[in-house]
């Protein structure tokens, strides 16, 4: 068993208005950063998962995406291994 | 009607709701997120609230309760749920309505009375209105605007589904009307079946004048006579 640490990362889907996103773009405007064209705002969720293969820990945050972690209606999810480990024994697993 | 008004860690409105059943002739039991058991039950209420303090997105944690396990199975057998503002975004995650509750447009905490339009009352939640009747209810949420895609409206809307809109004072819809930015103005639904209604205004909270309005007695008075039959008043 191998300890993998996983990042998601849900945000607005894309042509959804992002009221968040939307403010902080104005406040950067206010700011003087012209240039900013869009900001969307959405979060980072760190994992870690105890898994036979790193194929498998990403089905399993997939899933936790599909079931929890994101609103399939108003968002997308993307899943990435970060890195990986020995599960030790004794550890908090 | 035996009314069970579900509590979440995080609920704040279920003594209101609990009275709102009371004051329309009810008897209203709350039942705590943890427990089972709604044999009893003639409707079920999700009261407003902050279920698992909206952590993840509002009513994400909460539709995993086991209460909601029950919740869901009462609804998909016809049972009447009334989901109102948490609620409301609890019974969407759960799939109990379509769409979803997004952050308000203007990225602020909404807390005031909020003029509304009952769009039918061809329902067994607003059979008590007179259609296209002004109301003045209050809103109290971050997450009131709701969305769904163009497809999932258009069908609410031929359907008759959309319950309420939210109005400016002159009761049309217009921008400043439906200040959290809800497509079409929509602050109240229903589902294809017609016993499940969640909206984000807050019927509970308009039951007696000392509080400011009685035009959510409405809601409940409706309930109380699709289930009390033609013939009660």
């Known amino acids: ?93 | 009607m035996k009314v069970v008004v579900v509590t979440f860690p995080g609920s704040n409105c279920d003594q209101d709701c609990h009275r709102a059943v009371e004051l329309s002739g009810g008897e209203p039991r709350y039942l705590w997120h943890r427990e089972r058991g709604l044999s009893d039950a003639d409707a079920v209420i999700l009261p407003g609230g902050f279920a698992y303090g909206d952590y993840l997105r509002a009513g994400s944690i909460a539709r995993f309760s086991p209460a909601m396990e029950d919740v869901v199975a009462f609804a998909r057998q016809g049972g009447p749920v009334m989901a109102i503002c948490n609620g409301f975004q609890i019974a969407c995650e759960a799939g109990l309505l379509p769409g979803a509750l997004m952050r308000n447009r203007t990225v602020r905490f909404h807390s005031f009375d909020q003029y509304l339009r009952i769009e039918t009352t061809d329902t067994m939640w607003t059979s008590a209105y007179e259609p296209g009747q002004i109301l003045s209810m209050p809103v109290a949420h971050a997450e009131g605007n709701y969305e769904a895609d163009p497809d999932t409206i258009d069908r609410l809307e031929e359907d008759g589904r959309v319950l309420l809109r939210y109005v400016d004072a002159t009761g049309a819809t217009s921008e400043e009307g439906n200040p959290n930015g809800s497509a079409r103005s929509i602050a109240g639904i229903m589902n294809e079946q017609g016993n499940v209604m969640g909206l984000m205004p807050h019927p509970d909270r308009a039951m007696e004048a000392v509080v400011g309005s009685v035009d959510g007695r409405g809601v409940f008075q409706s309930l109380a006579r699709h289930l009390n039959g033609p013939g009660a008043k």
């Open chain 1, 1 to 93: 068993m191998t300890r993998y640490q996983l990042e998601v990362r849900v945000v607005p889907r894309t042509g959804l208005l992002d009221p968040p996103g939307k403010a902080i773009h104005h406040a950067l405007h206010s700011l003087g950063y012209l240039g900013v064209e869009d900001v969307r705002v959405g979060k980072t969720i760190f994992l870690q998962i105890d898994a036979p293969s790193g194929r498998e820990a990403r089905g399993r945050a997939e899933e936790m995406c599909r079931k929890l972690l994101s609103n399939p209606v108003t968002e997308d999810y993307e899943v990435s291994v970060l890195g990986e480990g020995e599960v030790q024994d004794g550890t908090d697993s």
